[in-house]
């Protein structure tokens, strides 16, 4: 995302023809960082006018988070390669900070001007806001007005948390989320519909559910950016999972949406790891449906910034699994080797690694690490029985490689990007930071099974 004041030049990530950026060393290829500043959650990815646009919670000129968020504005022709683009929202006119929502685009009516709807937050009462509208002033959608208050939060309820509206059409009216949570630790989805975008009518809670029920996920006591998508002709809800203070990770359900009311049927946890959260949704421009998240702890050595965005990632289900991969640019690079137990592979610095960890099958741990030219691990892969462990220097975590039964036999999916790792299995993505690394990246195998290496970007 840019940084610096509105109306600033725009910057093409690492990888384009615009100078050298503040950090470019170790700056990620392919994941979206800030030009300087401050980093969080992705908004809006949309194709539109033949490019993609990607916004996204940004403090300019801070490292640190600020309450006084922007919304930062890049584009795309292929997803991986970014060009920043002025700052598209920022405080004033009665926000303190412009928070999180959504864009939204009628294809019904391609004449039709967008709406960009976001949480409007006052000093004092930042958990709870209020959802306001903007409008473009250009096809580009650079500039941006800002429109009135059209949702508050609802009459008779307790709230402790109201915030990110998201918006679909549900048959011939439009659908809006906003999620919260109440008091006695119940986290909630309230519900609008509008035949216009223009006027919202109170439809009641889309769905609940108490920070107590564990079974067979922890959903927290309040929900962040609730999604409501459809995935292979079935509704998917999607939440981030907040407690006071912290966000957890992202979980899922499957069920059933009727008269604004989804009917839970499959619960489940997409993201694992320390980085992973706010996950936001799209369409690609050729109708894949996917998501992209904040990857936190994602800092530039140099101090100029922190935070960066996921690669997208699309969807699918397998059963009642939401399964995460990167996206087809992601993955289709050129192959740079294969990497097994007599032999490693010399990595670019933006990676695709496939790893089939075939020693499992006979009981035995497999192991892949990540090591500098100085022989220092950057990372370490174990995978055993049905989750594989990730250890780097932050830590170490966790990720199923299944949830259905019986378990899938499919590769682990590793990317590495200077200071970005993500790893995805059937049962969801692991995210982490990685530190600066000293010369190129050998990948290794110890034991059976073979890691195929490709090019990204």
């Known amino acids: 995302m840019p940084g610096g004041a509105p109306g600033g030049a725009p910057d093409e990530m690492p990888g384009g023809t615009a100078p050298r950026m503040p950090g470019a060393g170790h700056r990620p290829l392919v994941h979206l960082t800030p030009r300087t500043g401050w980093v969080n959650d992705p908004l809006g990815l949309t194709w539109h006018a033949g490019r993609y646009h990607l916004f996204a919670q940004h403090v300019p000129g801070s490292v640190d988070w600020s309450p006084a968020c922007h919304w930062s504005h890049a584009t795309s022709e292929d997803l991986l390669r970014w060009r920043h683009q002025p700052v598209a929202l920022a405080p004033g006119d009665g926000d303190a900070g412009v928070w999180s929502g959504c864009v939204v685009v009628d294809e019904r009516d391609p004449a039709a001007t967008a709406r960009l709807f976001y949480t409007s937050v006052a000093d004092g009462a930042l958990d709870v806001g209020s959802i306001r509208v903007a409008r473009p002033l250009d096809d580009d959608w650079t500039a941006w007005e800002k429109g009135p208050v059209v949702v508050t939060v609802p009459e008779g309820y307790d709230v402790t948390a109201f915030r990110d509206p998201f918006v679909l059409r549900d048959g011939d009216r439009w659908r809006m989320l906003v999620g919260g949570g109440l008091a006695d630790g119940t986290a909630v989805a309230w519900t609008w519909v509008s035949p216009d975008l223009e006027t919202w009518t109170p439809d009641g809670e889309l769905a609940r559910r108490h920070t ?52 839970a049927t499959a619960w489940a946890r997409l993201s694992f790891g320390p980085a992973p959260y706010a996950p936001s949704a799209f369409v690609d421009r050729e109708g894949r449906p996917g998501v992209i998240h904040w990857l936190r702890g994602v800092l530039d050595p140099d101090g100029a910034w922190a935070g960066a965005l996921s690669v997208p990632h699309v969807l699918s289900l397998d059963g009642d699994v939401l399964v995460a991969e990167p996206h087809p640019v992601v993955t289709t690079g050129p192959v740079v080797g294969v990497a097994a137990a007599d032999h490693g592979v010399e990595l670019p610095a933006a990676a695709w690694v496939e790893w089939d960890a075939s020693g499992e099958h006979r009981g035995e741990p497999v192991r892949l690490a990540l090591t500098d030219a100085t022989g220092t691990h950057v990372a370490e892969l174990v995978r055993e029985g049905a989750r594989v462990t990730v250890t780097t220097a932050a830590g170490s975590w966790d990720l199923p490689t299944s949830i259905a039964s019986p378990a899938p036999s499919r590769p682990t999916g590793i990317l590495i990007d200077h200071l970005v790792l993500e790893v995805f299995t059937h049962a969801g993505v692991l995210g982490a930071p990685l530190p600066p690394a000293t010369g190129p990246v050998r990948l290794a195998v110890d034991g059976p099974g073979r890691a195929r290496a490709r090019r990204v970007g």
């Open 212 to 263: 107590s029920r564990t079974d067979p996920v922890w959903t927290g006591s309040a929900w962040e950016c609730p999604q409501l998508l459809v995935i292979d002709d079935r509704w998917v809800l999607l939440l981030s999972v907040w407690e006071p203070g912290t966000g957890h990770h992202a979980a899922y359900a499957l069920g059933e949406l009727a008269d604004g009311r989804f009917t």
